[in-house]
């Protein structure tokens, strides 16, 4: 299938590793010229040298931390300056730390608005103009299957995912008429450092292995097994294209069927 993606310039946010990692790896296959930003300079470094030696293309690498309004400011308009414009946002960002509700103070909350809603409002702020003057643009935020089935434990980012949702959800309305898609990406229990560092947290807390709660974790998926960064990549690299220029709105679960919900 022919995507469409050649010369389109991309932005994705927290790609150093795990899924954003992941994602701009799947656009640069695809032809798209991809601008890349993470808090970890080393690690985004490693990570632009390892996309450009699979893609044959070079990557533009951005330190910066999406939880800072300035750092957001900074890296959409050095790639703008570099790659002259914006056609796809990827949101995206490490998830907030894991508690219940009495284990996160004022500041804890304040930090994870920050990260997780507030990163995904000014990153569009900062593309939108651009996306409305060409009529043509694609947003596709990374949540969580928390969405629709909260996640024992996760509090912070049950929350304000959902609150990116309804965000994306009431964007995708007022934009629609620019031919500017908005979408939402749901990963579900992936092999990722994430995943690894919430099963780490549990094993700790109910005194069991790590081994015993991969294993607990694939027994509540259908597919029976946890998912592949590259999967949830494939699905973001679709609704990026020219293909899916009718799907918009949509919060779409890459989960191996582990959301029991019909919906």
């Known amino acids: 299938m022919q995507l469409g993606l050649e010369g ?15 994602i701009a790896a799947e656009l640069a296959t695809e032809g798209a010229m991809v601008s890349m930003c993470a808090r970890d300079g080393t690690a985004l470094e490693r990570a632009r040298r390892e996309i450009e030696a699979l893609t044959g293309r070079q990557p ?11 750092d957001v400011a900074r890296f959409v308009d050095t790639t703008l300056a570099r790659l002259g414009r914006v056609d796809i946002l990827v949101t995206n960002a ?9 284990s996160h103070d004022a500041a804890a909350w304040e930090r994870a608005f920050r990260l997780t809603l507030a990163s995904a409002v000014e990153l569009a702020r900062r593309v939108l103009p651009g996306m409305k003057e060409r009529r043509w643009g694609r947003i596709v935020n990374v949540t969580s299957i928390a969405v629709k089935q909260p996640v024992d434990n996760l509090i912070l980012s049950n929350s304000l995912r ?12 007022e934009v629609a008429r620019f031919g500017i898609t908005v979408n939402n990406v749901l990963p ?18 109910e005194g069991i292995t790590v081994d015993a709660v991969r294993a607990d974790l694939e027994r509540q998926i259908p597919a ?4 592949e960064p590259e999967e949830l990549a494939a699905l973001t690299a679709f609704l990026a294209s020219e293909r899916a220029a009718y799907i918009t709105a949509q919060s779409i679960a890459v989960d191996g069927g582990w959301i029991r919900s019909l919906y």
């Open 94 to 102: 490490g998830g907030p730390p894991a508690g219940p509700f009495e």
């Open 60 to 70: 533009l690498a951005i330190s910066a931390d999406v939880s800072r309004p300035d």
């Open 8 to 22: 389109k310039v991309a932005l994705v946010a927290a790609a150093s590793k795990g899924l954003g990692r992941a």
């Open 162 to 173: 959902a609150a990116v949702t309804g965000f994306a959800r009431t964007l995708a309305n």
């Open 224 to 227: 029976g097994r946890l998912g």
């Open 188 to 205: 579900g229990y992936t092999r990722t450092e994430r995943v690894e560092s919430l099963a780490q947290a549990r094993s700790a807390q």
